[in-house]
């Protein structure tokens, strides 16, 4: 079982539509939680961190199921602009924090 | 703040020749940098931890005879691909975490660097 699994997608998604993806983890140890962002053949940038209590930036929502080692984003109000891939992140617990990287989720949002 | 970069981006190489990647911080100091590898529609995979002034630490599977990493410089760290092979051609890319910073928990991103053995 892959450490970090993630539905590759694609999510074919209109300007304004509302698009959630999913994320689990394998190791109930793991400490932090985060999304990132990659753009094709761009290195990934941070989009938000992930919190038990749930954080929202903007039109981006993150939950936290630590029971259920389970994360979740959510997009509303999708902008052509955020078509890229999504990669979840899980750091375990370790010596200097690994960064263990899902294979990602792609979204394309069209006119 | 926080920028990372990578030189070359781009390099095409022969099969048995060696290709050096270079990772520098620009505006921090990192004591600790990383290595991944990302092939086509696959995650990044950690290849190796550096350490300023001591040897690397490799993740299972990767040989440290292949992929020698030089890490002199708290700006600077090297990854060099000897007796490169088709299979290596992958996207690179390196991270930094600032020294003083949450070990591991603040990496930033070089742009990658893309190798390609023919």
């Known amino acids: 079982r892959k450490e970090v699994e993630q539905d590759p997608g694609p999510f074919n998604v209109p300007e304004g539509a509302t698009v959630a993806f999913n994320c689990t983890y394998s190791?109930?140890?793991?400490?932090?939680f985060f999304w990132y962002r990659q753009d094709c053949r761009k290195e990934p940038k941070l989009l938000m961190s992930?919190?038990?209590s749930g954080n929202e930036d903007g039109r981006f929502t993150a939950q936290l199921n630590r029971a259920s080692q389970y994360i979740s984003l959510l997009i509303r109000d999708s902008k052509l602009s955020d078509s890229a891939t999504y990669l979840c992140v899980v750091i375990f617990s370790g010596g200097y924090n690994k960064l263990i990287f899902g294979a990602g989720t792609r979204l394309a949002v069209h006119p | 703040g926080a920028v990372v970069s990578q030189h070359p981006s781009r390099v095409i190489c022969k099969s048995g020749t060696s290709v050096k990647i270079e990772c520098r911080s620009l505006d921090f100091q990192a004591t600790t940098m990383f290595w991944y590898r990302q092939f086509p529609k696959q995650s990044l995979m950690l290849m190796a931890t550096s350490n300023e002034g001591s040897k690397a630490t490799y993740e299972q599977g990767v040989e440290k005879d292949k992929f020698l990493i030089n890490h002199a410089s708290l700006t600077l760290s090297t990854l060099t691909v000897t007796s490169a092979h088709p299979e290596d051609s992958s996207f690179y890319i390196c991270?930094?975490?600032?020294?003083?910073?949450?070990?591991?928990?603040?990496?930033?991103f070089g742009p990658g660097t893309r190798l390609t053995v023919t």
């Open positions: 190791n109930s140890a793991s400490q932090s």
């Open positions: 991270s930094a975490n600032p020294s003083g910073g949450p070990r591991g928990l603040e990496q930033y």
């Open positions: 992930v919190y038990s």
